[in-house]
């Protein structure tokens, strides 16, 4: 049985003040039956984790390097997030995907760094609205997930994938369960049948305006084992709801 996770990306937002929000969330769920996951900007990463310290709440970074180390100004290694705290991190968001060029190539590079280095890998990918329109909506997903996972190392507890359709992050629009339940459906299909038992046990989260209100019934649907949460897991109020309705699900 798959733990379901419920993971906040809280993108380049967050200062010192903002983390008053994950004591908040903390003390909010103690003993959470589903597991938490904040990622931060780099340079909270370490004050975060010591903010959630002896809580449930897992810190992740948002991107690492493929590279250990070396000139590579403005970039930061698995290594370095580990050193800091991080147990998790992002790699291949649509926004690293647009904003810095990333292609699959690049991402699983960088998948295979991060589980190298111990790290679990949160590998996203997504169609763009101009994908969906077209019909290419399976086969784009089918070529990131191809593309953008690593071969060594995959198990229930090194990766997770989270389906983010572009159009429906920070938009406010969210596809139809259907639609949703279509995409997650086929990529556990495509999981199981490259990595067999451990395609079964990666978690698969949706992501994409993912708010407290529509958050029970996303999660009531096929193969979501949770939500990767942008601008609702700013406020702990909103994350705090979300993770609720997360705990209410029914089983995986
Ligand atoms: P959103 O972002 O919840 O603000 O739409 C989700 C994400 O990009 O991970």
Redesign the pocket.
Known sequence: MRRKLAAG?W?MNGTAASLDEVRAVAEAHPAPSVDLLLCPPATLIDRMVRAAAGSAIAVGGQDCHAAAAGAHTGDISAAMLTDAGATHVILG???RRTDHGETDDTVRAKAQAALAEGLVAVV?LGETEAQRDAGETLPVVGRQLAGSLPDAGVTGATLVVAY?PVW????GRVPTLDQIAEVHDVMRAELVGRFGDAGEAIRLLY????KPDNAGEIFATSNVDGA?????SLAATDFSAVIAALEAAPAA
């Open positions: 990306n993108k968001h649509s926004e996203c983010e429906a992050i920070g938009t992501g994409g305006s993912v990767l949460v942008g601008g609702a």
